[in-house]
T-cell receptor, first 116, second 116 residues
């Protein structure tokens, strides 16, 4: 069975500091991995994805994520946090060879709070 | 493109009443997903369609919930009768199922449902 774990309910970071939001996954075979962000009173918005190739993926708003197969992780990172990055972040996974389903499995979300 | 459009944005109803939520996916997208988000349970996939056909409805809570997609540009999620525990934000998302853009889901702004 596919699953995603986001071990931190909330991450607090000071503006200008680097941030990391953690995600680990479990799938059979190779994964498709995604990060989405949700701002207050809005729907989820795609940030970035890993399909294949370079393990470091760059996405919107200066975010990046590193795929680590041995650790089954896909942590979201940003070198310098902004107050406007404060939001709810979701990691999602799908097995590349999930013949019987096209759905993504979402994590429980991590609330990022960036303090001025 | 206007994105995924959901209506209404807010719905307040009394227990026992029928509720219908509406979604217009992005033109050309052949997948449509209905999600429910609550503080307690996070983001839950209720049902998804491919080419207007329901593929997986295993997330639908019970028989009070039903979803239809009569054509490629419209879907409804109906709750009859509604109960207070159905109070949540309901999201619709659509996806273009090509290999190039596979699995990027585009979310609507959601419908906030309150059942009194």
């Amino acid at each position: 069975a596919q699953s995603v774990a986001q071990p931190e309910d909330q991450v607090n970071v000071a503006e200008g500091n680097p941030l990391t939001v953690k995600c680990t996954y479990s799938v059979s075979g190779n994964p498709y991995l995604f990060w989405y962000v949700q701002y207050p009173n809005r729907g989820l918005q795609f940030l970035l994805k890993y399909i294949t190739g370079d393990n470091l993926v760059k996405g919107s708003y200066g975010f990046e994520a590193e795929f680590n197969k041995s650790q089954t992780s896909f942590h979201l990172k940003k070198p310098s946090a902004l107050v406007s990055d404060s939001a709810l972040y979701f990691c999602a996974v799908r097995a590349q060879r999930a013949y019987n389903t096209d759905k993504l499995i979402f994590g429980t979300g991590t609330r990022l709070q960036v303090f001025p | 493109d206007a994105g995924v459009i959901q209506s209404p944005r807010h719905e307040v109803t009394e227990m026992g009443q029928e509720v219908t939520l509406r979604c217009k996916p992005i033109s050309g997208h052949d997948y449509l997903f209905w999600y429910r988000q609550t503080m307690m349970r996070g983001l839950e996939l209720l049902i998804y369609f491919n080419n207007n056909v329901p593929i997986d409805d295993s997330g639908m809570p019970e028989d009070r919930f039903s979803a239809k997609m009569p054509n490629a540009s419209f879907s409804t999620l109906k709750i009859q009768p509604s109960e207070p525990r159905d109070s949540a934000v309901y999201f619709c998302a659509s996806q273009r199922g090509t290999s190039l853009a596979k699995n990027i889901q585009y979310f609507g702004a959601g419908t906030r449902l309150s059942v009194l």
